[in-house]
């Protein structure tokens, strides 16, 4: 791979989506030269040797239509272009692509498009770190993918927007990040809901107040972007913030100062931003309900946590991560017995893992005592396991004997089928536990 395979010519004169773009095409490991001007870029693009050129279609100083053509007639060798417009400019881009260019995007950019595009034209990436298991936050290669990005976020310190269902973990996803940030535990994570508060209450919650600022307002009180100073500040439920407290946080965000209520003065505050929301923030900007400015500012790095229908390998492994962090002791010792393992993965979770939490939770309170069964989770919402003697069809054996296979499954997968440490646990022989698995039909 040639020594310019990743360098990529960044066109943009507006100054919050130009630094964003950098910001994330850095982490994600690409040299990347930004110009604000056409001329900037022309003489950038005859000096320099680049694998893509991402340029806006408008500049302040000509347009990208011009450096484009300007450029194919006097050097053809040029990088491929990959043009960036607004939705009311796609004829011109479309115009550009029967031209030559090679790709455009329409604004409010989708970043996974982007990155997709310039791997195409680029090549790989580098392959992720391995992550150890006490950052773990599933087993599923969805949540193993999140896992892997998170050292090289921590090192960039760029800003983050975790997007998915209400309950799905979005918040544990931040809290691992910090935990990769700050290994020691020694810096603050602060997190506030933005939609659970109005909007006065909201810009006091995050910029704070000075005393007789407001009826009720005693004493000064910090904010949480001073009470997270040199640490992490979770905004979650990012879009149902006004369109006054988007202007004031993107301010915030700009200057890393806050002005509390009733103060004159503005505090310096120094915070890594992790954001998150259940809404779809980029049709909020096509509908004008969402400050452009404001999304590139905080979607720099952008992750996606699936709902927990569509990652059913996290389901019981979170549901004994969820059992052992109990606060009583009873509950990280309980049995989960194999048909309430099945009835766990077989429901949709419409709450996701705050719904799974709930449920543990409850079945802990109203049944302490033995194994975890189906009805003890769900009671009358679960359908009945085992029907009425005389309709299933099945003798006592029968019955008796698939219950003995689903037994011995389960003590296999929870000592990764090693047959010595099962047998030990079950207080059998190998010999007996092999034939049983030779007649039960088991497989390691």
């Not at 790709?103 to 992720?128: E, F, M, N, S, V």
């Not at 931003?273 to 980029?282: E, M, Y």
């Amino acid at each position: 791979m040639s020594s310019h395979t990743r360098n990529i010519c960044l066109v943009e004169d507006d100054e919050v989506m130009g630094e964003a773009l950098h910001d994330r095409l850095t982490l994600e490991g690409y040299d990347c030269h930004w110009c604000r001007t056409g001329a900037e870029a022309r003489q950038a693009l005859e000096s320099r040797r680049f694998a893509v050129a991402l340029c806006d279609v408008q500049l302040p100083d000509a347009n990208g239509e011009q450096l484009f053509a300007e450029l194919s007639r006097d050097r053809p060798d040029h990088p491929p272009f990959v043009f960036i417009t607004g939705y009311g400019k796609i004829d011109a881009a479309v115009r550009l692509l029967k031209l030559g260019a090679s790709d455009y995007l329409t604004k409010p950019l989708d970043i996974q498009a982007l990155l997709a595009t310039l791997g195409r034209l680029c090549g790989g990436k580098p392959k992720p770190a391995l992550v150890p298991s006490e950052y773990a936050l599933g087993i599923s290669s969805a949540m193993r993918r999140i896992e892997s990005t998170l050292p090289q976020l921590a090192r960039a310190e760029s800003s983050v927007l975790i997007t998915g269902e209400s309950g799905v973990g979005k918040e544990e996803v931040a809290r691992a990040l910090h935990r990769w940030r700050d290994p020691g535990g020694k810096l603050p994570f602060v997190a506030v809901n933005c939609g659970a508060l109005t909007e006065s209450l909201l810009e006091a919650e995050l910029f704070g107040h000075v005393k007789g600022a407001f009826t009720g307002a005693n004493k000064d009180k910090k904010g949480v972007f001073e009470l997270a100073h040199g640490g992490t500040l979770f905004l979650d439920e990012v879009g149902e913030m006004s369109a006054l407290m988007q202007v004031k946080l993107l301010r915030a965000i700009q200057e890393r100062k806050v002005t509390r209520v009733g103060a004159e003065k503005p505090t310096s505050v120094s915070i890594n931003l992790v954001c998150a929301t259940h809404q779809d923030l980029k049709k909020m900007v096509e509908e004008g309900r969402f400050r452009e400015d404001l999304y590139y500012r905080i979607h720099v790095v952008h992750l996606h946590v699936p709902p927990l229908r569509e990652r059913r390998d996290d389901i019981l492994w979170l549901t004994r991560r969820l059992l052992d962090g109990m606060a009583d002791p009873r509950c990280k010792r309980r049995e989960v017995l194999p048909a309430t393992e099945r009835a766990l993965l077989e429901r949709p979770w419409p709450g996701n893992v705050r719904e799974l939490k709930h449920c543990l939770e409850r079945a802990c309170v109203l049944f302490p005592d033995g194994p975890l069964t189906p009805k003890a989770l769900f009671g009358e919402m679960q359908p009945v396991e085992v029907q009425d003697v005389g309709t299933t069809g099945d003798s006592l054996g029968s019955y008796l004997e698939a219950r003995e296979k689903e037994y011995i499954e389960q003590a296999l997968r929870g000592h990764s089928g090693r047959i010595a440490e099962t047998a030990a646990a079950l207080g059998i022989s190998r010999k007996n536990l092999w034939e049983k698995m030779r007649k039960l039909d088991i497989h390691e």
